[in-house]
């Protein structure tokens, strides 16, 4: 995409985001530069799922190396395609198992950012329903020249979602899933519109208690902390069912769960994670894609990270052919991110050079050259090349750029000469807090 082709909505959440440091959700194609058997190794899991199948990537990388900007630029992708897409972070309040709520809370998160092409920014359930219920009434009104206020209409609508919700019906937890839809289409025939609220509540994990869930809508379970994964399993074959391609699942910052102080705990979770895992690469699921993004510490930690239980290092080790003939093995079940090139980061810094101009309408842009010169000043700190990731090179680079936007008197030698003007310190790799009887002890 060319600068000029963003609009200012676009280049705007880029400049803000980047600047501070974060991946934006918007203009990414447009920023991204390399990775490109890694994307094409995303893209074929897209199509993969599309056809029935179902994918699980662990997308490992350094702080700052990009992990998080590919997983929404899968992301992006997906649901330029016609997929449902959920994401949410862990974090200490948000698991993949525990109890006082705290693993049905990811479940609720991956709710609240149920997304579709229609509703981009998430809150997408309604949406879903909706539009499939109208696609419905649409169908039968051709195919028996009823009108929707016509005897019978009604009858032959219910008839058809109840031939949807049948082939869910017959998973786990498929049955009371399968009414709470009927339930929902019920309040939405009647305007009701407290029935159609709680069974939406239903779907989103709402319910606390059983009592409640049955005097609301006449089902006997909830949603809760044991359950959550079973009903992505039955969304993702929902959402297949009713037109779109399928689901895809996006989970970032697992290095939460690396630092669960309590063993148990902390197994726990990488067991759901192994459950997860293993549904998926057997074939017991469809239609549903799982992408998780962690550190090199949360899979190869020996005493708390993945590798510290046998059966996710066998699974997940590299093998010692692919290392030692130093090729990278993108379809494997962990993609590595390797460091991006000098020539890709130059291209980077190019394309985000382009775009700032083109948003600040600047008529002094940086010169190739120029753009070297930065790469080299940035590189020639200490630990540079061992810690030095695209996230430190494109959070500094912003701030040159905004420095000279608003200092147009300056040059970028001046700048990167002067003495009050520093470059962020190259950063450590974040270390998991310790616990346990060694706590104390240092070396």
């Known amino acids: 995409m060319a600068p000029s082709k963003l609009s200012k909505r676009v280049s705007t959440a880029l400049i803000n985001a980047l600047g501070a440091g974060v991946v934006p959700r918007l203009g990414l194609d447009h920023i991204a530069v390399g990775r490109e058997k890694e994307v094409a190794t995303l893209r074929q899991d897209l199509e993969n799922i599309a056809a029935g199948g179902a994918t699980f990537r662990l997308v490992i990388g350094r702080y700052g190396a990009g992990k998080s900007f590919m997983l929404q630029l899968l992301r992006s ?78 009858t032959h609508v219910e008839a058809k979602i109840r031939e949807v919700t049948q082939d869910v ?19 939405y025939r009647t305007d009701n519109d407290l029935k159609k609220e709680s069974a939406l509540r239903w779907l989103r994990g709402e319910f606390s208690t059983k009592t409640e869930a049955k005097a609301a809508l006449g089902v006997r379970v909830i949603i809760d902390d044991d359950t959550w994964y079973d009903y992505i399993k039955l969304l993702a074959r929902f959402v297949a069912d009713i037109g779109y391609k399928g689901l895809i699942i996006v989970l970032d910052e697992v290095i939460h769960l690396l630092k669960i102080s309590t063993t148990v705990s902390r197994q726990n979770n990488y067991d759901k994670l192994l459950a997860m895992f293993n549904d998926v690469m057997q074939g017991r699921v469809s239609h549903l894609g799982i992408v998780i993004g962690g550190t090199p510490q949360f899979l190869e930690d020996p005493r708390r990270g993945l590798y510290s239980d046998p059966a996710w290092q066998r699974r997940t080790a590299q093998s010692a052919l692919v290392s030692q003939s130093g090729m990278v ?42 753009m070297e010169e930065f790469l080299r000043v940035i590189s020639d700190r200490v630990g540079a090349d061992k810690l030095l990731t695209p996230g430190e090179i494109v959070r500094d680079f912003m701030s040159v750029l905004n420095i000279l936007h608003q200092n147009p008197q300056l040059s970028l030698s001046q700048l990167l000469q002067r003495s009050d003007f520093q470059l962020s310190p190259v950063s450590k790799i974040p270390q998991a807090e310790p616990s346990g009887e060694f706590a104390e002890f240092t070396l």
């Open 329 to 370: 093995d993108t379809i494997a079940p962990v993609i590595r991110l390797e460091p991006l090139s000098q020539a890709e980061i130059l291209q980077l810094l190019q394309r985000l050079a382009e775009m700032h101009q083109h948003h600040y309408d600047d008529s002094n842009p940086l010169s190739f050259q120029e």
């Open 169 to 187: 019906a017959d998973l786990v937890n498929g049955f009371e899933f399968a009414n709470v839809i009927i339930a929902y289409w019920s309040g």
């Open 77 to 154: 992708h997906a649901i330029e395609q016609g997929f449902v897409v959920a994401d949410a972070d862990i974090t200490p309040d948000r698991r993949l198992a525990g109890t006082n709520g705290s693993s049905i809370a990811t479940y609720r998160e991956l709710m609240h950012n149920l997304t579709t092409k229609s509703r981009p920014d998430g809150g997408a359930l309604t949406t879903i329903l909706e539009r499939w219920i109208a696609g419905i009434q649409t169908q039968v009104a051709q195919e028996t020249g009823l009108k929707p206020n016509d005897d019978g209409f009604d």
